[in-house]
Nanobody, 119 residues
Framework: VQLQASGGGLVQAGGSLRLSCAFS????????MGWFRQAPGKEREFVAA????????EYVDSVKGRFTISRDNAKKMMYLQINNLSPEDTAIYYC?????????????WGRGTLVTVSS
């Protein structure tokens, strides 16, 4: 399995971005997919996750109402729509895949895409 995140960039506060994660390898629908982020000088943190059938969707409290996770099983893609960005959202965003739950353990990590939010 390989994961490749893209879509990061420099954006002003209040702006939006759509991150994408391309999955290659084994059966995409076997995997619980999620996003993590790591801000400068901080630990990597969970952001959002979604089960293969979209029955389970989770967000960290700090992004609820602003971030939306989605996936297209046919295209083997996962997305993160990020709205109303703030400088506190500046981080490298990583996509992750797990056969169980990304919050319990990640089997595969993507390389990450940098999101920088200017005030």
């Amino acid at each position: 399995v390989q994961l490749q995140a893209s879509g990061g960039g420099l954006v002003q506060a209040g702006g939006s971005l759509r991150l994408s994660c391309a999955f290659s390898g084994r059966t995409f629908i076997s995997y619980y997919m999620g996003w993590f982020r790591q801000a400068p000088g901080k630990e990597r943190e969970f952001v959002a996750a979604m089960s293969w059938n979209i029955a389970s969707i989770e967000y960290v409290d700090s992004v609820k109402g602003r971030f939306t996770i989605s996936r297209d099983n046919a295209k083997k893609m996962m997305y993160l729509q990020i709205n109303n960005l703030s400088p506190e959202d500046t981080a490298i965003y990583y996509c992750a895949a797990s056969l169980t739950s990304v919050r319990l353990g990640v089997d595969y990590w993507g390389r990450g895409t940098l999101v920088t939010v200017s005030s």
